[in-house]
């Protein structure tokens, strides 16, 4: 067998740090945690959990020195974090990655740079700046985003001809910001790329997403759109996945327009939500391949031995379990949360189709 890392490290406590841990045990390998929470989803199910800030120089130096390998499971990680980490082990996916992926300004422009299309967007740092833009394109709709920190639509406000731009300026409490043309798109889709150490690259089949209060609700593998878009879509990913020299996985998420075209919206250097259906419909996971990837194994086929679909467990959603418990194509995953709170993503279930 290929030498793989006997314990992997993650950065950040949640759902998908968790999911990468199951996955690692499964292959015999041993996960630490670092994450500022007590109790944290990832924490069940790891062998090990340092709790400390993440600019906690001698937690970060111990917790570094106990495992052979880094990853992370959630994008705000601060780079400083993992350059600091890589003073001491190997840290997947490298730091550039996550830098364009925490700031909607570099994202963008990597983007572009590499010929992948988005939406038309411009800097901006105040609502003169919104006013000129919108302007210039000659419209009066666009989505205004926070350059950092932004997810599940917070951090974002849509502005049409009755919106007044100064007080959405003021809902987003930032000081920079990236203008977007509102893209009339008609649906929206993931990839999932995972790429290894060896610069071989798979990617799972492009999936359809819905949203609800703009969080993912509904995932459909395989989307149910022409082939020759799906193909066009995991290309461009693929593209993303080596132009960046990617060690791990990725999301990209895509708009499509009615009349076919591929517009990219956000990269997550990470597993992603809309791959969650992969744990029990393919024999190799995302998280799998998260951890293949970053160990230093090959990485496994992205293939799949059932369509399915993935319903997210939002808040109080989570009651929903018994409606599924005896049904016999629904595999049920609970994230240990203990406190419910809306928006708060509990668990998910995915149900095999044809099953
Ligand atoms: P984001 O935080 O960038 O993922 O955006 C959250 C959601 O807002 C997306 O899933 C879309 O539904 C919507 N959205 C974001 N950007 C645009 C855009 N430029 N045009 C139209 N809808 C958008």
Redesign the pocket.
């Known amino acids: 067998m290929t030498k793989s890392a006997q314990t992997l490290g993650i950065l950040g406590g949640g759902q998908l740090g968790r999911m990468s841990a199951l996955a690692a045990a499964r292959l015999g390998i041993k996960t630490h945690i670092f994450c500022p929470e007590t109790d944290s989803p990832a924490s069940h199910v790891a062998a090990k959990t340092f709790v400390a800030s993440y600019d906690d120089k001698d937690a970060l130096k111990d917790f570094a020195k106990s495992v052979d390998v880094i990853s992370y499971e959630f994008e705000n990680i601060p780079v400083e974090t993992v350059r600091y980490l890589k003073k001491f082990k190997p840290v997947y996916p490298d730091e550039k990655l996550l830098e364009i992926a925490q700031h909607r300004w570099k994202e963008k422009q990597f983007l572009n740079d590499i010929g992948i299309p988005t939406?038309k967007w411009g800097k901006a740092k105040s609502t003169a700046d919104v006013k000129k833009q919108i302007q210039q394109w000659g419209v009066t709709d666009c989505?205004i985003?926070t350059t950092r920190f932004?997810?599940d639509?917070k951090g974002?406000a849509k502005i049409d001809k009755n919106t007044d731009i100064g007080k959405a300026w003021a809902s987003l409490k930032t000081d920079e910001a990236i203008v977007?043309?509102?893209?009339p798109?008609k649906h929206?889709i993931s990839v999932i790329v995972a790429r290894d150490q060896f610069g071989k690259t798979e990617s799972y089949v492009p999936v359809l997403n819905d949203?609800k209060n703009?969080i993912l609700s509904k995932t459909t593998a395989p989307a149910p759109l022409d082939d020759a878009l799906l193909a066009r879509a995991t290309k461009m990913a693929q593209k993303l996945a080596k132009q960046v020299g990617l060690v791990g996985v990725l999301g990209l998420?895509l708009?499509v327009t009615k009349d076919g075209q591929i517009i990219a919206?956000?990269i997550a250097p990470r597993t992603h939500n809309s791959g969650h259906w992969t744990i029990d419909a393919c024999p190799v996971s995302q998280f799998e391949n998260h951890v293949r990837t970053v160990c230093g194994l090959p990485v496994g086929k992205a293939v799949r031995h059932s369509d399915a679909v993935m319903l997210n467990l939002i808040g109080d959603d989570v009651a929903l379990v018994n409606k599924y418990l005896g049904k016999a194509n629904a595999c049920i995953h609970l994230y240990g949360k203990p406190e419910v709170r809306a928006g708060r993503k509990m668990g998910h279930i995915t149900l095999l189709k044809g099953k």
């Open positions: 939406a989505i985003k932004g997810y639509g974002q977007e043309f509102l893209v798109f929206e949203h703009h998420e708009f919206n956000e």
